[in-house]
């Protein structure tokens, strides 16, 4: 996607977003769009992680998409400018990246497990240390190589993260334990003993390749989402010429003007405006709304609505990247990627830790050089060590994705499908909650709620003979009153002279009789009388919002029909339940003020706004961000895919649209609306494990590297036991994961 943007100062300005390959960390996305920012003719930049994308605003006359892509590559990224393939590079680029992370941490976890084996249980078996050489040089030289490569490039542009630290650690354990297995006397003639960490090294990357995996694998499923939107647009159309002539041609190749046919159950290519024929058209993915829209001379219809029973032909007036659809889809990307990349909590504290612990390290060193007696290079050289060895990023690496797993295991156990690890950590912070109506707050399907036969004598064989009209009724009111009858018995009965009067009803003929079903207006054409206490009937059921359908025999009204999309049971529940729990609840809807009000005051919500178009929900929601608000934002349908996209915590109801699923970051399997505050609790329990997971690994640290570096040797003489140093290492990790696995005994 590109716009033209005139600037006084960069002359004429082009904005365009370009697919990004070979980002690892949020840092790499940072470095990519320093880069391009500094690069000659670009007006500015911004790079997302989470899509793996980048927008530039550039000078066409003064740099070219090759040199952004050799300015990328140079510091070894990549940046996709094909135009055609631009999103099958990038997906086949986060397949292939997937696989290979998927194949190092299944190689890393089946190596590392002997060795952790042989050094807990059989450290004294002969040639242990050489076994365990041998199984962990491939896991940290190749499978673990993506970190090393990663802490380079950290290293390159002065910054540190958890890939560093799990290099810095990784790399001196093996290195240092190699040497050891090699030269074990050089430790041995200082009356010293040669330990080795290869288990520590090992076990490590496995741990951490698990982490990137699970990670990689939330992160491959964002443009899934736009592809199904895209994929809403028929790649092909039929172009009806003069005198008939019908011909089909891609949809690229569609003009403004062109005259194209619909056809029954094809989906509208592109909008325009009805020339002949009439159709209801299936509109809920603009609208939101469940009842099929009447399309005749005259009216718009828009690019990716599916077209019903009937046939017409219609007039392009958008086509591209002007219609309804593909602004919808452009508005869906821009939201995904306005998001800033949040830098990882561990990836902020390795930052600083790093630095920390390589300068304790090295004071270690000297102050062992200038204070050690005998020996002092030796005490300075292993203390030095053993500081970078025991500041292991295992327990603070473990710290957020174990409780992350088990939140997300317990947020399955209860309907609560979760997607993102950054939704999770958010969800605690939601204080407004944006409910779509339709689907959402009521059951999404135009339902039966009151049916009234007036002459009750006939009544059996009256009801008989609606269904029978109704079967064959293309009007989408009439598939709700025969799934009314559905499992009622009644008998099937033919019925004669049927005749569509379309927007109005249908009239059929039966034992000489005519009988009509339709609206108002039909009625008054046909000259049906209607008694005043009739009209009052009508009048409190509109006053309910429900949609009125009449039932008539010859010139006399015999039935009346309510028709409504219900609330379902378990709304208003949870509705006050968030109020209860402090957060402000909205209902944003595309229905009429008056249908908006009644479910308003019916669910309990105070505030809402009828007749909002997809782009006015995500502005109503970018709104409430302005005003220092976190949004959640539920919806089922595509019409709601933008505003989804713009909330900080996107929830989707499991029985809405595919789309609105590959948004969202969370999906309710159910359509029970009690969900959203148990997974806002949820949210709440897994930052708190994630939270007391990271004060005990600081502890660790806070404890054990002073330690390490012999802070207690000028009062009593005690030097930190390397196996002992190991051993509490395991132990962090194992009151870190035994934290995490408590969350998953709590309630919500």
Not at 611 to 627: D, R, T
């Amino acid at each position: 996607m590109s716009a033209t943007i005139t600037n006084k100062q960069h002359g004429k300005l082009v904005k365009e977003t370009f697919p990004v390959l070979e980002m690892t960390c949020a840092a790499c996305a940072v470095s990519v769009e320093s880069m391009l920012k500094s690069a000659v003719g670009v007006n500015d930049a911004g790079v997302n992680f989470a899509n793996q994308s980048a927008w530039v605003e550039y000078n066409p006359d003064t740099t070219t998409k090759t040199d952004l892509q050799n300015t990328i590559r140079s510091i070894g990224y990549d940046l996709v400018i094909d135009t055609e393939n631009r999103e099958e590079i990038k997906e086949a680029s986060q397949r292939k990246n997937y696989r290979n992370i998927k194949q190092r941490t299944i190689w890393a976890s089946i190596l590392s497990l002997p060795i952790a084996i042989i050094g807990m249980f059989f450290m004294n078996m002969p040639g242990a240390n050489w076994i365990m050489m041998i199984l962990s040089a491939p896991v940290v030289v190749y499978f673990g190589k993506s970190f090393f490569i990663s802490a380079w490039k950290q290293a390159l542009h002065r910054k540190a993260n958890m890939d560093t630290l799990v290099a810095l650690s990784t790399g001196v354990a093996f290195l240092f334990s190699a040497f050891n297995t090699i030269y074990p006397d050089f430790w041995h003639r200082r009356g010293l003993h040669a330990h080795v960490y290869f288990e520590a090294a090992s076990v490590i990357i496995a741990f951490i390749s698990l982490g990137k995996l699970l990670e990689e694998k939330a992160k491959s499923n964002t443009s899934s989402a736009l592809k199904k939107l895209m994929g809403l647009q028929p790649k092909t159309v039929t172009v009806m010429h003069e005198g008939g002539h019908q011909m089909e041609m891609p949809i690229s190749a569609v003009k403004v003007g062109d005259v194209l046919l619909v056809k029954p159950g094809e989906k509208i290519p592109v909008d325009g405006l009805v020339k002949s024929g009439e159709s209801f058209v299936d509109e809920s993915m603009i609208t939101g709304e469940p009842v099929a829209v009447l399309k005749k001379n005259g009216t718009k219809v828009f690019a990716g609505t599916i077209n019903q029973r009937g046939s017409f032909q219609f007039s392009a007036e958008k086509v591209g990247g002007d219609t309804v659809l593909a602004q919808i889809t452009k508005m869906v990307q821009e939201a995904q990627g306005s998001k800033a990349s949040v830098q990882k909590l561990v990836d902020k504290i390795a930052g600083i830790f790093v630095p920390v612990v390589i300068g304790i390290a090295i004071l270690t060193f000297v102050v062992w050089m200038i204070a050690g007696a005998d020996n002092a290079f030796t005490h300075a050289l292993l203390n030095a060590i053993t500081v970078l060895v025991i500041a292991c990023p295992c327990a603070l690496g473990l710290a957020t994705p174990t409780a992350i797993m088990v939140g997300v295991g317990k947020g399955a156990e209860n309907n609560i499908l979760i997607k993102d690890a950054e939704s999770l950590e958010l969800g605690h912070k939601v204080n407004a909650v944006v409910l779509d109506k339709t689907g959402t707050i009521t059951e999404g399907k135009p339902a039966v709620t009151n049916l009234m036969m007036l002459d009750e004598k006939n009544s059996l064989i009256h009801q008989t003979i609606l269904k029978a009209i109704e079967v064959q009724s293309e009007h989408p009111l009439a598939e709700a009153v025969v799934a009314y009858f559905d499992g009622t018995g009644l008998p099937p009965l033919a019925v004669e002279k049927l005749e569509s009067i379309t927007g109005k009803g249908i009239r059929a003929m039966y034992n000489g009789r005519q009988y009509s079903v339709g609206n108002r207006k039909l009625m008054q054409e046909l000259g049906v009388s209607i008694s005043t206490s009739q009209n009052t009937v009508l009048e409190e059921l509109q006053q309910q919002a429900k949609t009125t359908v009449l039932f008539a025999e010859n010139k006399h009204l015999i039935g009346i029909i309510a028709i409504a999309d219900k609330i379902k049971a378990s709304s208003k529940e949870a509705i006050q339940s968030l109020r209860r729990a402090g957060i402000e609840v909205y209902m944003l809807t595309g229905d009429n003020a008056q249908t908006a009000a009644v479910v308003a005051k019916e669910a309990g919500i105070l505030q809402f706004k009828a007749e909002v178009m997809p782009a006015e929900k995500a502005a109503f929601i970018e709104l409430l961000q302005k005003q220092g608000k976190v949004v959640a934002m539920v919806g089922d349908g595509i019409n709601d895919s933008h505003a989804l996209a713009q909330a900080d915590v996107s929830i989707a109801m499991g029985k809405g649209s595919d789309i609105a699923m590959d948004v969202a970051k969370m999906t309710l399997i159910t359509s029970d609306l009690n969900s959203i505050p148990k997974a806002l609790k949820l949210s709440r329990k897994t930052v708190q494990a994630i939270r007391q997971n990271l004060f005990w690994a600081f502890i660790y640290n806070l404890i054990g590297i002073p330690l390490a570096a012999g802070v207690l040797y000028p009062v009593n003489g005690f030097l930190l036991n390397p196996m002992i140093a190991g051993a509490a290492m395991a132990l962090s990790s194992v009151s870190v994961v035994s934290n995490s696995l408590r969350l998953k005994m709590s309630k919500l």
